[in-house]
T-cell receptor
Framework: GAVVSQHPSWVICKSGTSVKIECRSL??????MFWYRQFPKQSLMLMAT?????????EQGVEKDKFLINHASLTLSTLTVTSAHPEDSSFYIC????????????FGPGTRLTVT | AQSVTQPDIHITVSEGASLELRCNYS??????LFWYVQSPGQGLQLLLK??????LVQGIKGFEAEFKRSQSSFNLRKPSVHWSDAAEYFC????????????FGKGTTLSVSS
């Protein structure tokens, strides 16, 4: 089956620093990747849609200058949390849509971000 | 508005008992429907999905779900629950066209008692 990896799986950073999270489709090409955020014991909320070679589309209320998304290749999208604050602590999950498939998304294992 | 409703926040069932988790959706286009399971601190695992055809779909781990268009529902069922089924379950809906994200319900926490 299709596999999506995320790196790192867990990161702790200090307030004010930036953190980059990678999302890779390992055995398929993904022109579209999605970034979700999940607070403890809550559902997944879509943050942005990442399209290869173009600017990401952000959901209402998500600061694009704070959550920088780059989708430079068909297998890699990155989310950079800039000037992180404790309220950015969350579980970030990416998904990748198989270009050759029917809107089937494959989810990564998630990245736990803790900002101290 | 597009939405997914999972009416039950928390359900407890006895091991060996049957399970039904409810999911209702509101979606303007033809829906693709999914059920995912998430263990604490882990990512999502796809249990099953419905795109078209037979409205009763079989998934992994003995789960099944039935799509009822008239009721806008996609309830998940399992005839006999195992202790390892304790987890968070999410229902999600997506569009049939390309490039759209999924909309998730708030999830149902399943506890299994012995």
């Amino acid at each position: 089956g299709a596999v999506v990896s995320q790196h790192p799986s867990w990161v702790i950073c200090k307030s004010g620093t930036s953190v980059k999270i990678e999302c890779r489709s390992l055995d398929f090409q993904a022109t579209t990747m999605f970034w979700y955020r999940q607070f403890p014991k809550q559902s997944l909320m879509l943050m942005a849609t990442s399209n290869e070679g173009s600017k990401a589309t952000y959901e209402q209320g998500v600061e694009k200058d704070k959550f920088l998304i780059n989708h430079a290749s068909l297998t890699l999208s990155t989310l950079t949390v800039t000037s992180a604050h404790p309220e950015d602590s969350s579980f970030y999950i990416c998904s990748a849509r198989d270009t050759g498939g029917r809107n089937e998304q494959y989810f990564g294992p998630g990245t736990r971000l803790t900002v101290t | 508005a597009q939405s997914v409703t999972q009416p039950d926040i928390h359900i407890t069932v006895s091991e060996g008992a049957s399970l039904e988790l409810r999911c209702n959706y509101s979606y303007g286009a033809t829906p693709y429907l999914f059920w995912y399971v998430q263990s604490p601190g882990q990512g999502l695992q796809l249990l099953l999905k419905y795109f078209s055809g037979d409205t009763l779909v079989q998934g992994i781990k003995g789960f099944e779900a039935e799509f009822k268009r008239s009721q806008s529902s996609f309830n998940l069922r399992k005839p006999s629950v195992h202790w390892s089924d304790a987890a968070e379950y999410f229902c999600a809906v997506g569009a049939s066209q390309a490039g759209t994200a999924l909309i998730f319900g708030k999830g149902t926490t399943l506890s299994v008692s012995s």
